[in-house]
């Protein structure tokens, strides 16, 4: 060393070299990393939070929601639906009537009335048209609560598989050209007329067995119709594809060593079949007819489930939301000429 200078320490030397500034971290640092955000992410229950992609991507499908009941109020408050509506009250008031009559003729007495208020039976609601507030409160509420619940549910199961929403996470992103990134969507509108065929095959069958609608609903414009099944399917594409079969899927991945079955085709089948229970459900409800009801839905859940949910998982969500929406909403046209 030289005379009037310290020494160079060597100990430490590293450390102050690029003092004040942050050490560089290499490649495998940031993967071991980004793969603990990961970890940490999925081990979260609700990843839908303040700031995240996956709440710009719930509002998202929530304005789309909303969108879609507004679609259904034409239906709603057709004149020809409201006369169809009063045939079936009066045949319900009858039935009240003569269950009512059976019900005093039991219990005779005040006192033995009281006693199995219960048991009596329930006077139908008559069918009124509504005005566009009155079927937002009385429907529109309920449809957007039971979305919110399923766009909950779905997104945060779907984020715990291999299942996405591409196009949504680039719109979603705060990089991106949100308008470039939307043009995608239509990419969805081919793949609308695969969704078609169970559906058009369904009404075909149908109409084999004799199944007729009745003559005053064939009144109602077809673009009513339209309108109403496009809006509908919105929510029942969040319950069978975003919730029900990405719940199928998550739990097949999860079993999948012991089921020794591939996850996407196992919960595909399951959720056609669930769904298909679900809508044969709500069909018969309606008709009280059963092989007609089986058709219809068998059709709906071989498009929705079937069709749309392979396109989930191959194209992912957009996809196979814009392609129900697209052939649900063209199907009532189309079923109208073949049923003719």
């Known amino acids: 060393a030289k005379a009037g200078k310290a020494p160079v320490e060597r100990e430490g030397s590293a450390n102050q070299v690029g003092a004040g500034k942050a050490p560089v971290e290499s490649g495998g640092a940031r993967a071991e990393k980004a793969k603990a955000g990961e970890a940490q992410k999925k081990e979260q229950w609700n990843l839908i939070k303040a700031g995240t992609p996956e709440l710009r991507m719930f509002l ?7 969108v879609g009941v507004f679609m259904q109020y034409a239906l709603a408050a057709d004149s020809h639906v409201l006369e169809y509506q009063r045939d079936i009250y009066k045949e319900e008031l009858k039935r009240y009537e003569k ?3 059976e019900w ?3 219990y005779e007495s005040k006192e033995a009335r009281k006693e199995h208020e219960r048991e009596k039976p ?5 069918p009124k048209k509504p005005t566009l507030g009155e079927f937002i409160l009385a429907s529109g509420i309920v449809f957007i609560l039971q979305g919110v619940l399923l ?16 196009i949504l996470e680039e719109i979603s992103s705060k990089e991106t050209d949100k308008y470039a990134a939307a043009k995608k969507l239509a990419g969805g509108i081919p793949w609308a007329l695969a969704a078609l065929v169970p559906l058009l095959l369904s009404v075909a069958a149908a109409r084999g067995f004799g199944a007729k609608q009745p003559e005053v609903l064939k009144e109602i414009p ?38 020794k079955l591939e996850p996407h085709w196992a919960g595909i089948c399951v959720t056609v079949l669930l769904a ?3 809508f044969y459900l709500a069909s018969y409800q309606a008709s009280g007819e059963v092989v007609p009801s089986l058709c219809e839905a068998l059709g709906i859940s071989l498009s929705l489930a079937g069709v749309c949910g392979w396109l989930y998982w191959k194209k992912g969500l957009e996809y196979s939301l814009i392609a129900a929406f697209v052939s649900f909403g063209i199907y009532p046209f189309l079923a109208i000429i073949i049923a003719s």
């Not at 909950?152 to 598989?161: E, S």
Request: aromatic content about 10%.
């Open 60 to 66: 998202i499908l929530l304005v789309f929601l909303v």
């Open 99 to 101: 269950e009512l009559k």
């Open 104 to 106: 005093e003729q039991k």
């Open 122 to 126: 329930l006077k139908p609601i008559e």
């Open 151 to 166: 766009l909950f549910l779905g997104i945060n199961i779907m984020r715990r598989t291999d299942l996405s929403a591409p």
């Open 222 to 259: 077809a673009w009513k119709n339209c309108l109403s099944t496009a809006g509908i399917t919105i929510g029942n594409h969040y319950l069978v594809v975003l919730v029900i079969l990405s719940g199928a899927v998550w739990v097949f991945e999860r079993y999948r060593e012991r089921l």
């Open 276 to 278: 298909a229970g679900y």
